[in-house]
């Protein structure tokens, strides 16, 4: 027997909320207003999914089928008091959630913690009974969007998402990152669900917003943004141990000119490569050495021969780069392996110039 009751999918308010167990609907501030409370042994989470809370954060909660994917507050660990008693069989955990901090929250029913992680913050998977996941599901349809949507973000959108966003720009409704980061050139962090949600603007011609997408591990938006080349690190954690940028060749090659260092250092800046390539292959239709004109598909037979392209920084010459260069990716040329490999052979012998 449960010590208070909702209705399974209808909209309250929070003022609702706490008339119905006994509290000043008119209330400010406090637990009640910060994400998850306690009264007369029932607790009750006020959860946002995929978009920030009040007070800024963006915590990442979703639903994964009919469960709900669940962080706590900042501080939050699962051998703390609290959680604890949330998370132990029997706990009367009454779960509220809403796509917007504007609109009312909806009822998701008594959820049972099936599953508590070790970190900070404290990551939680509840299961509902008798609860209508079909309808949950229905609503959340109108607002995520669909995975050929965001498929359509390629490297080139997440390379121009990165660059602004290093230069400052703001004009997006996403928080700072809470559990992630993703790191760019010189191993700057930046808030993954910001990169895609800008690089997907860009992509789609619309401004996409916090709840038309999901974030973390397993979800599209890191797949997107690891495959453009860039690594997603826990927060607040050191950088992975990254293996020497340049081969044995590339140490001759380059032994005793801090140019040519430089020089391999920009065409091997992260998503630099993925990007040119992204943006070659929209704008001639496939890859191909602007040298020779090797089409690598072509002589192969797959679409794994795409390797054979690299990309060359080749338009704005490093002596010529002011601190704090940005790259363009119409600097860059496609070669392929021959080719590039000739060109650092003439740079090496000074044929051509740095």
């Known amino acids: 027997m449960t010590r208070f ?25 406090g637990p009640w207003d910060t994400g998850y409370a306690e009264r007369d042994g029932a607790d009750f989470i006020f959860c946002n999914i995929g978009t920030a809370g009040r007070t800024g954060h963006d915590y990442d909660n979703y639903f994964d089928g009919p469960d709900l994917v669940w962080r706590g507050k900042t501080n939050s660990h699962r051998t703390q008091p609290t959680i604890q008693r949330m998370t132990a069989p029997g706990a009367e955990v009454h779960v509220f959630w809403r796509s917007d901090e ?6 998701a029913g008594i959820g049972t913690a099936v599953e508590v992680t070790d970190e900070k913050p404290v990551r939680v998977r509840w299961q509902f009974n008798g609860t209508s996941s079909n309808n949950r599901k229905d609503n959340r349809s109108l607002e995520r969007l669909p995975s050929e949507a965001l498929d359509k973000v390629s490297a080139e959108h997440v390379w121009k998402a990165v660059q602004m966003l290093l230069e400052g720009y703001a004009d997006h409704q996403f928080a700072a990152s809470t559990d992630y980061d993703l790191v760019a050139e010189d191993g700057e962090r930046l808030p993954p669900k910001a990169v895609f949600g800008v690089a997907a603007k860009l992509a789609l011609g619309f401004e996409v917003l916090p709840k038309h997408f999901t974030a973390g591990v397993t979800s599209t938006c890191f797949r997107i943004l690891k495959e453009a080349g860039y690594p997603i690190v826990p927060k607040n954690e050191p950088l992975p141990e990254i293996p020497p940028p340049f081969s044995t060749e590339d140490q001759e090659w380059t032994e005793g000119k801090p140019k040519l260092v430089t020089h391999l250092v920009k065409e091997r800046a992260r998503g630099l490569s993925q990007a040119k390539r992204s943006q070659f292959k929209r704008e001639h239709g496939k890859l191909y050495c602007e040298k020779c004109g090797l089409d690598p598909v072509e002589i192969y037979g797959t679409p794994h021969a795409e390797a054979c392209i690299e990309v060359h920084h080749h338009e704005v010459h490093v002596r010529d780069m002011v601190e704090n260069h940005r790259t363009l990716l119409e600097s860059l040329q496609c070669l392929c392996a021959n080719c590039h490999r000739l060109v650092h052979k003439l740079l090496r012998e000074g044929v051509i110039g740095t």
Not at 18 to 28: M, R, V
Request: charged letters at 30%.
């Open 102 to 107: 504007r609109d009312p929250f909806t009822y």
């Open 5 to 29: 009751t909702f209705q399974v999918g209808k909209a309250y308010k929070r003022s609702q909320i706490k008339e119905a167990i006994g509290l000043d609907p008119n209330a400010k501030g």
